[in-house]
């Protein structure tokens, strides 16, 4: 049975009416957007009331789009120091959908990384080192699928690293080190395959290196000095043909170096000193004819320097002491 003509016009008057507020609620265009951003900016404190909010595309390594959405916030080599002590959670990062680059390394911040770290869905680049940063990595930041460098050097991070970091499936240079993190090195560091640089130094991390290691073959650098590892150096560790620079020292590695350490044709610098590795230099060593920095020091080794040695012209450095 068909509606009265009054009714269908009351239908349609109220379809009218429910898109216009919904449309109404959903800052996506490009105004709100920019008054979401301006919004987060003064809320947060950060910048002294001098600074002139509707000029911010012209602070100090702020960049903008054409719409006037900011892109890009760099405050390294800056030294820059807001108005109040401030805490990365002060500021709504859910204003900030364009952002793509987030380096906050010239600045003091303390407290955690908040969870909500994940609304900047288009982050390819998160430098927040050298802080008072604490507590935990959130998992959340697995959600920043884009990203390609991640640092978080030098804070006081503790806890282990979330298993889910095995999704920034674009992570290139991953930089953990100096902080507090414990645990295994995981498993899930294994589908990161395009890791250039991993640095997991000076933390407390435990257990052995495992064979996983070996997915990471487009690794130049490896650097997992001062940590409590133990265990064996895998054979695994040939596979790194594009390694350049390899830090092991101040562990607790034991057993024999291996002999496909030969592998590494392009290694530059190789530090195992101060482990618990032993048994006789391998001749290996001296097929790596790129090395100029050899570091065994205070470790276990017995036996005679190889004659082979010989072919190291490139030797610019190698200590043996305290063995």
């Not at 884009?146 to 282990?160: A, P, T, W």
């Not at 082979?308 to 305290?322: A, I, P």
């Amino acid at each position: 049975m068909a509606l009265p003509f009054s009714a269908s016009i009351l239908i349609v008057l109220v379809a009218l009416l429910g898109a216009t507020t919904t449309s109404s609620t959903m800052p996506t265009s490009s105004s709100s957007i920019v008054e979401e951003e301006e919004r987060a900016f003064l809320q947060s404190q950060w910048w002294s009331s001098g600074h002139n909010i509707s000029l911010r595309c012209k602070w100090y390594g702020i960049v903008c789009n054409d719409a006037g959405s900011i892109i890009k916030i760099s405050l390294s080599n800056y030294h820059y120091q807001p108005s109040s002590l401030p805490e990365l959670q002060d500021m709504n990062w859910t204003a900030f959908p364009n952002l793509v680059s987030l380096d906050l390394s010239g600045i003091y911040l303390q407290g955690a990384i908040p969870e909500n770290i994940d609304a900047l869905i288009k982050l390819t680049h998160l430098n927040i080192s050298n802080k008072n940063l604490t507590g935990k990595l959130p998992p959340t930041i697995a959600n920043l699928t884009q990203l390609v460098l991640l640092d978080v050097s030098f804070n006081d991070i503790n806890g282990q690293i979330p298993k889910e970091i095995g999704n920034l499936k674009c992570l290139v240079r991953p930089d953990l080190s100096s902080n507090a993190f414990d645990g295994f090195i995981l498993s899930s560091l294994g589908f990161l395959s395009n890791i250039i640089h991993m640095k997991l130094s000076y933390n407390y991390l435990t257990g052995e290196i495992r064979r996983d290691i070996r997915k990471l073959n487009s690794l130049v650098i490896l650097d997992i000095a001062y940590n409590c590892l133990s265990g064996p150096i895998p054979l695994e560790i040939g596979n790194l043909k594009n390694l350049t620079e390899r830090y092991f020292e101040r562990n607790s590695f034991t057993g024999a170096l291996p002999s496909t350490l030969a592998n590494l044709s392009q290694l530059t610098i190789l530090d195992i000193s101060l482990n618990r590795i032993s048994g006789g230099i391998p001749l290996e060593l001296s097929l790596i004819i790129s090395l100029t920095h050899l570091f065994l020091g205070f470790n276990q080794f017995t036996g005679e320097i190889p004659r082979t040695f010989c072919n190291l012209t490139q030797l610019q450095e190698f200590y043996l002491s305290g063995n």
